[in-house]
């Protein structure tokens, strides 16, 4: 009997604990009320976020493939340019080679007509009429504005096949970004592997297709800038001058040229 | 001896473009390459092939590979090679330099460079 005061204590502490448990729980039910409607809201957002992944995922072989076709297509654009570069100076070179033919025989001709300007001295009219003719100069001077004109043009010509060495470096520069978007894609892939366990159907089908053989570099560029050359032809220099002196150069000597 | 140039480069717009300049500094005896296997072969198969001009990024041999092998190759080791090439940081001209290039062009080049880097190798051989 004596335990009896103690058993009702006890159960009145395990009330009380009770008690704070419910107070407890009632505190915390909305919290996890809160972190339910939380996940309830986010689970279809990182689903959007997986099925927007997978979506652009899938379409970036479409992306890495329209760039190999934009650079088929410059080189098969820069190709016809060449052609008809090629063609215009060929023509060019025909035209040249009448000109000076045609300056020739007017050479030929105001000789022969010196010549018959002797013949005819006493024919005054003769004379006159051949003056007037020599004096005729127009067809000679256009000859001469042609043949001074058509190197200009023929310069003009070679230089725009120069400025067409931006079609390969454009080319690398595309190559580089391929493969950087093809990087992009193998990560994108493994990331929607590791969320999802499956891989994307599309991804097989749209796997990126390299161009056979395509070798890059990642930072060509076009420029006019003349410091590229310029370093290469101070490095050039440097190591051939001191393998004349059977000395090798050093990379800190070579560092100091450009310190 | 006759100059016959062997130009490579697997980009068919920069073949056209080094061999035109060829043309118009007066050198018209030159065949083309599409990479480094393939100048291997022009060389092997024409001996005449007494100057090089390569580009470095080409698939299947690359340019610095081939002119390993043509130093590496008793027959070959004394053509000259120009390299042309986009690849303008001075770790790739030592590279290439220590590969035993003649001579280095950066791109774009302009026929001044080619005939000035012709000519200075052509000096000192």
């Known amino acids: 009997m004596a335990k009896a005061p103690n058993n009702m204590s006890g159960l009145f502490e395990k009330l009380h604990d009770l008690k704070s448990l419910f107070k407890y ?6 919290i996890i009320q809160s972190l339910v409607d939380f996940m309830q809201d986010t689970v279809p957002l990182l689903e959007n976020i997986n099925h927007s992944i997978a979506d652009s995922t899938a379409k970036i072989p479409a992306a890495s493939n329209q760039i190999n076709n934009v650079t088929s297509a410059t080189e098969l654009a820069t190709t016809e340019i060449l052609d008809l570069v090629d063609a215009i100076s060929m023509n060019f070179d025909k035209v040249e080679s009448k000109v000076n033919l045609a300056k020739e025989k007017n050479k030929e001709k105001t000789a022969l007509l010196a010549e018959l300007q002797k013949e005819v001295k006493k024919n005054s009219k003769a004379m006159e009429l051949i003056s007037k003719y020599m004096e005729i100069k ?14 200009k043009f023929k310069d ?16 690398q520069q595309l190559a580089a970004v391929n493969h950087l978007i093809d990087s992009v894609q193998e990560r994108l892939s493994s990331l929607i592997q590791d969320i999802d366990s499956t891989e994307i159907k599309e991804l097989t089908v749209g796997k990126i297709q390299a161009p056979d053989g395509v070798a890059f570099d990642p930072n060509a560029t076009y420029s006019k ?9 101070v490095i050039v220099n440097n190591v051939n001058s001191n393998h004349n002196n059977n000395n090798k150069a050093s990379q800190d000597e070579i560092d100091k040229l450009f310190s | 001896m006759a100059l016959k140039f062997l130009v490579v480069d697997d980009s068919v717009t920069m073949r056209r473009i080094v061999s035109n300049s060829l043309k118009n500094l007066g050198y018209d005896n030159l065949v083309e390459a599409v990479d480094g296997k393939d100048a ?9 092939i007494n100057f090089v001009i390569t580009d470095w990024n080409m698939p299947v041999l690359s ?8 130093r590496g190759d008793e027959k070959l080791n004394n053509v000259p ?37 012709i000519d200075q190798i052509l000096a000192n051989n």
């Open chain 2, 81 to 117: 090679i120009l390299m042309v090439t986009t690849r303008g940081v001075k770790e790739d001209i030592l590279e290439a330099l220590q590969a035993k290039v003649n001579n280095y062009i950066v791109k774009p080049f302009t026929p001044q460079i080619l005939k000035e880097k």
């Open chain 1, 25 to 30: 729980g009632e505190k915390i039910v909305p």
């Open chain 1, 138 to 151: 127009e067809s000679e001077e256009a000859l001469d504005f042609v043949g001074e004109l058509l190197p």
């Open chain 2, 63 to 70: 340019g610095l590979e081939l002119t390993k092998a043509i």
């Open chain 1, 225 to 233: 800038s003349k410091d590229a050359q310029n370093m290469a032809d």
């Open chain 1, 156 to 171: 003009d010509t070679y230089h725009i096949t120069l400025s067409l060495q931006v079609q390969d470096i454009t080319a």
């Open chain 2, 40 to 48: 291997l072969a022009k060389l092997a198969a024409d001996t005449n």
